[in-house]
């Protein structure tokens, strides 16, 4: 006997879980099917965020700073340490309860808001009149139906062509946060964010890091100005950052693994790292959702096809986060999934794609919002900037964390604020004001206008909106 919802979310990670509990909470009586396991067996809901994503990394991103500021920023603070040492298994087990915490905290709000979860795969049977049909295939098989599905299926890392991910040689993001020796060389390809994120933490930690780009220009999403700083102060930390490359054959040999690749002047290499990290993007995931069944829509790369509200071609089909078009970030996954519920309970839930942060979490974090300033000339629009440097902020010199700036862009005769770059300490936190403001419309003369704490780095973004009309006051 088929078990009857009214909202099916298939896939547990940011878009799926929050799409449930969200739907739960409008009263909907929601189910949530997740595949992923944990090393026992059992359930481990969050998806790719909080089990191979978002949360571990930070956890190694926040441990391996504390290991390089106990060995050497913390000697400028007058704090001695004599005898640090490194216990890898200890830091790797850390961000494992860390992320359990997590998948224990998704499975304790699935039981608050009644959401019935099912763990297993799930797959579309067929779709008859007001109701598809999806089967779970587990630990225990279940039949479902539901008036409205959720696709939250995700991304997967993608693969050089031939090149499979065997998680000991060649790592995927997977296993770039559970290498259980620092090696001694390692290698990264792609000079995006999980190479930058990933890449820092074993530098931290002792690797020598090469990072293998294939286009010529560094973070071109991101603002020149930021792009340019971030790419001075991670070549002066120690990352060797190699843009324009052509990345030739890659052979894992039985430790080690030997990477041939032309440099942006046409010399050819033949590197040998310990280990290699493959970050050159994700690909959505469809596997096993038997899409065919129902005759959901993809799209020519893959994805479940939707329009700006997340309708599928089917009635009552959605799709949110990774799967679909769009950044794949997890608060843009949850805002999607946030939305969809609304909508299926005739509300009016909205995404604005202008004003999802992004975040970088490197040292110094980049964090952004709007536009750059490479768009704005692009598009002809007429804009004043203002920056102001982290150095001039007295917070950030008693931190000793000077490196960097905030940079605002605002429309040349409305003052509204377009775009909001920063690039420093705590750079992930500052960005909210800027999404706040941008939200209300703001100008820079608001911001300006506003009272910031003293001392603190939020002051950098009031003198950044000053210097839009020429009047920093500290700088
Ligand atoms: P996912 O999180 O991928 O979840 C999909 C879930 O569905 C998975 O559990 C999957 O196993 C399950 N599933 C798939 N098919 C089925 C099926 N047929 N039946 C049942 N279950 C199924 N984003 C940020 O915003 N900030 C960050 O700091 C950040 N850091 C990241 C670091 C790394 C190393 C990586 C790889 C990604 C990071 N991201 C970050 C991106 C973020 O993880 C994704 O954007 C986010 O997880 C997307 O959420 P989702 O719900 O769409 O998909
Ligand atoms: P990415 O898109 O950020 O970067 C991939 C890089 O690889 C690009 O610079 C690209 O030019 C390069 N590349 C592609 N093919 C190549 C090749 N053949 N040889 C050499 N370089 C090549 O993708 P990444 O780092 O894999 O991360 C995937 C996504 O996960 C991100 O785009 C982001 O959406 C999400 N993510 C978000 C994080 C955050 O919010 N802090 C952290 C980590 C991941």
Redesign the pocket.
Known sequence: MAKEFDVIVIGGGPGGYIAAIRAAQLGFKTACIDDWKNEKGGPAPGGTCTNV??IP?KALLQSSEHYEHAGHAFAEHGIEVKGLGLNLGQMLSRKDTVVKQNNDGILFLFKKNKVTFFHGSGSFVKGEGQAYSVKVSGATEDTLTGKHIIVATGSN?RA?PGVAFDEKLVLSNTGALNINAVPKKLGV???????L?MGSVWRRLGAEVTV????PTFLGAVDEQIAKEAHKLFTKQGLSINLG?K?GAITPGKKDVTVEYTDDKGASHKTVFDKLIV????VPNTNGLNAEAIGLKLDDRGFVAVDGDCKTNLPNVWAVGDVVRG???AHKAEEEGVAVAERIADQHGHVNFNTIP????TSPEIAWVGKTEQQLKNEGIAYKAGTFPFMANGRARALGDTSGMVKFLADAKSDEILGVHVIGPMASELIAEAVVAMEFRASSEDIARICHAHPSLSEATKEAALAVDKRSLNF
Do not use: K, N
């Open positions: 994503g978002c990394s890392p050089l390809i792609g000079a995006g964010v999980i190479g994120e293998l780009e294939a286009l490359v990345i970050s050159i993007g994700r950044p794949m970030l992004w975040v970088i979490y």
